[in-house]
């Protein structure tokens, strides 16, 4: 069993920025980001394997940056010129070694025109 827990969520103005956290409570093995926006699916935002291999969905490249400490067992998604089509709830997720994926309860974020 994995428990993960997340943070930095929160309302923010077009342009702005914000950070996610997510503490794993071991060591993982891919951790990533999803995102669900009212009335849509969820969707994946960002992904980091062990080694700092990095894949970004398209409508996020060049303004969100996926990062992880494997010695804090925690990933991190900076998000940077925010836009108002970001506003979604994001869920961490990650992959256990041998096997099993687990999420986080979700952070809600909000950007405002």
């Known amino acids: 069993q994995v428990h993960l827990v997340e943070s930095g969520g929160g309302l923010v103005q077009a342009g702005g920025s914000l950070r996610l956290s997510c503490a794993a409570s071991?060591?993982?093995?891919?951790m990533a980001w999803h995102r669900q926006a009212p009335g849509k699916q969820r969707e994946l935002v960002a992904v980091i394997t062990p080694d700092g291999n990095t894949n970004y969905v398209d409508s996020v490249k060049g303004r969100f940056t996926i990062s992880r400490d494997n010695a804090k067992n925690t990933v991190y998604l900076q998000m940077n010129s925010l836009k108002p089509e970001d506003t979604a709830v994001y869920y961490c997720?990650?992959?256990?070694?041998?096997?099993?994926?687990?999420w986080g309860q979700g952070t809600r974020v909000t950007v405002s025109s």
């Open positions: 997720a990650v992959r256990a070694y041998g096997g099993g994926s687990y």
């Open positions: 071991r060591n993982v093995n891919v």
